[in-house]
């Protein structure tokens, strides 16, 4: 099956729901925390009368202290990225996460996974979205935290679901501004699909407004996981669902230490010093510990990681070596 036609697989899991409702997301001012509202790429605070000025349809939900501090982390990311040979053509976005060709596609074959396994999830947690066969009712209102490139979000969109997509990052390539690349003639994902500036540690977002955040592949960049899910936890509605997938997830952190001491080895050999404190990986039971501390209930899924993965981790449990990370889906349900 072609990467494309897997796509529509998948996403048929979700189609298009009907548009309900035209004011979308509820925004707080950055700076001053008062209600605020969005007008094309800025956003205005009547609070103070304060305007913040976005660009390329990106709203500035990023304090400017903030914007600089970050500024040494997403250049030697961003030097990273395009070292390891992430990215490509327009049609190589529109086909993620079903990558059959590239250096990376064993890394997309996990995501690929991962990425049915949420989809299924979100099904079984929302049965009114689905009623008779044909998809009806409701569209979800949707929080990707750490977005990247872009490519759940788009998905998401595509499928008639209102989504807001944040990140630090407004890279053509590797962040916000990727998101350009995906759309085709006669679609217009955009009409559902806003994106922002902003940290997962610090939200600028009023409370109980969405029924689905995802964390996809990103979690694991955050400075402060714990203040993470907390915003996590604070903007979604009762009931609903924040999926963390794709973070690579160790039993004991001295695995995931020895995993971040060898990556940043090798990036000190392209040039690139340590340029931000994020944790690097996940410590299950503290995670599950840290997320029931903030309210939520939790299920774990495990995605199948492939033979050669198993093998591998067989291999080190003989040798002592460290592990391979696990890659599986967190499904945490606000109560």
């Known amino acids: 099956m072609s990467p494309r036609s897997d796509a529509a697989t998948a996403v ?55 914007v600089a501090a970050l500024a040494p982390f997403l250049d030697a990311y961003r030097r990273v990225r395009r070292i390891e040979g992430w990215g490509g053509a327009a049609d190589y976005y529109r086909s993620l996460p079903f990558v059959s060709e590239g250096n990376h596609r064993a890394v997309w074959k996990l995501r690929a996974r991962s990425f049915r396994r949420a989809l299924r999830a979100i099904a079984a947690r929302f049965p009114d979205v689905k009623q008779a066969d044909e998809w009806d009712k409701i569209a979800l209102r949707i929080l990707e935290i750490g977005a990247g490139c872009g490519w759940f979000s788009w998905r998401m969109a595509r499928a008639g679901h209102y989504v807001l997509a944040t990140d630090i990052s407004l890279d053509e390539e590797d962040g916000l501004g990727a998101t350009s690349r995906y759309a085709l003639p006669g679609e217009a994902p955009g009409e559902r699909l806003l994106r922002a500036r902003a940290e997962m540690e610090e939200l600028p977002l009023e409370d109980a407004q969405f029924d689905l955040v995802v964390a996809n592949g990103s979690l694991h960049y955050a400075k402060e996981p714990t203040r993470a899910v907390a915003e996590a936890h604070r903007v979604l509605r009762s009931g609903g669902l924040f999926l963390v997938l794709d973070s690579p997830v160790y039993d004991e952190p001295e695995s995931g230490n020895e995993m971040v001491r060898r990556r940043r080895e090798r990036h000190r050999t392209f040039g690139i010093g340590d340029a931000g404190s994020t944790a690097g990986f996940l410590v299950e039971r503290d995670f599950l510990s840290l997320s029931a501390g903030v309210g939520f209930a939790f299920e774990i899924l495990r995605p199948f990681e492939g033979f050669s993965r198993l093998l591998r981790r067989a291999s080190c449990g003989v040798r002592g070596t460290t592990p391979p990370a696990r890659f599986p889906l967190f499904v945490l349900e606000k109560r």
Not at 21 to 44: I, K, V, W
Request: contains cysteine; aromatic residues 6%.
């Open 12 to 66: 048929s899991m979700l189609p298009p729901a009907r548009e309900s409702g035209s004011d979308r997301f509820r925004y707080l001012c950055p700076e001053c925390g008062a209600g605020a509202f969005s007008a094309g790429s800025d956003l205005l605070c009547p609070a103070e009368g304060r305007r913040l000025s976005g660009a390329g349809g990106v709203l500035p939900l990023l304090r400017a202290e903030r």
